[in-house]
């Protein structure tokens, strides 16, 4: 964000305590906030398993964030966003602590129904958004932005007007919401979000915290961005899977699915939830999947201790089906495949007729196996 002109905090990330120490004597400021750096929400509230309670914390004492990353580093957090036993914490950020006057809530995002990038924005910001738009709704302002044109000065200083900017600071925040803009579209994110988007004493409008997602698609392009990624808090056999560019999702259920295309996994997913079963996972092969691919997959489906069956729910729009059978039926003789397994093969048949007409080949037909 600071690459691209978003106001943010001075800050350094540190692994060691001894790194925190130094980051905060480096940062010569009157207060300092060190914040535990994982994946979820609600870190303020958390809870350490070294009996240390909350993942943010303030000090104007260099040696004490020295002491307050000890009990961080190597520890686990528990929040509400995290699994029972918490997170490990591997890096801390100890950022210079700024006051702020007045909190907003700011968001970019992909918006599916307006085919384009939208800008959501609320007056009330520090807080969960979405109790904002169940308990005030006539708080929650939202702008379409056109994909060509971009975002306009006026639309940036009506959404800093709706959140409650005056005076100087509506020209700062509208010209943070350009910059933010800017980054949405320079990172290829699908979502930009800054809560709180604040204002401080001295008439600064800062990004204080932010959540941003990246288009997997962009990956080649955006090299250095997913370089970063650090995949130690994901589950081990979800790491496994994107190996072999296979989309998985751990569930709590006991029946493995295993699908093509998105879509027919979620609804393999909610059929089976709807006739009393309860999915282990969401597997999506995806369209150009090769025989490899799918023993793989029946390689960490049966690997799940939780799996009492396996459901194939495959659509031979976008996939050969032989590829899938060959791959099913190596999968079962070489893992020794000990639990039920109930396939579903739907395919096109593709057969070439001559029209005596137009001179031309015409492709129909389907049949199930």
Known sequence: MADHGVTVQR????????????????????????????LAGGRGKGIFNSGLKGGVHLTKDPKTVEQLAKQM??????TKQTPKDGVTVKKVMVAEALDISRETYFAILMDRACNGPVMVGSPQGGVDIEEVAVTSPELIFKEEIDIFEGIKDRQALQMAKNLGFQGPLQQKAADQIKKLYNLFLKIDATQVEVNPFGETPEGQVVCFDAKINFDDNAEFRQKEIFAMDDKSES?????????YDLKYIGLDGNIACFVNGAGLAMATCDIISLNGGKPANFLDLGGGVKEAQVYQAFKLLTADPKVEAIL?????????????????????QELE????????????????????????HALFGSYRL
């Open 11 to 38: 800050f350094f990330v540190a692994d060691s305590a001894n790194d925190a120490l130094e980051a905060a004597q480096r940062l010569k400021a009157k207060e300092i906030v060190l914040k535990a750096q994982i």
């Open 73 to 78: 580093i190597g520890y686990n957090l528990s």
């Open 235 to 243: 589950e081990p056999i979800e790491n496994e899977a994107a190996k």
């Open 312 to 332: 194939v729910n495959i659509f031979g729009g976008i996939v050969n089906c032989a590829i899938i059978a060959n791959g099913i039926t190596k999968a079962c």
């Open 337 to 360: 495949l000990k639990v039920p397994l109930v396939v579903r093969l739907e395919a096109l048949f593709h057969k070439k007729q001559k029209s005596h007409r137009e001179g031309r």
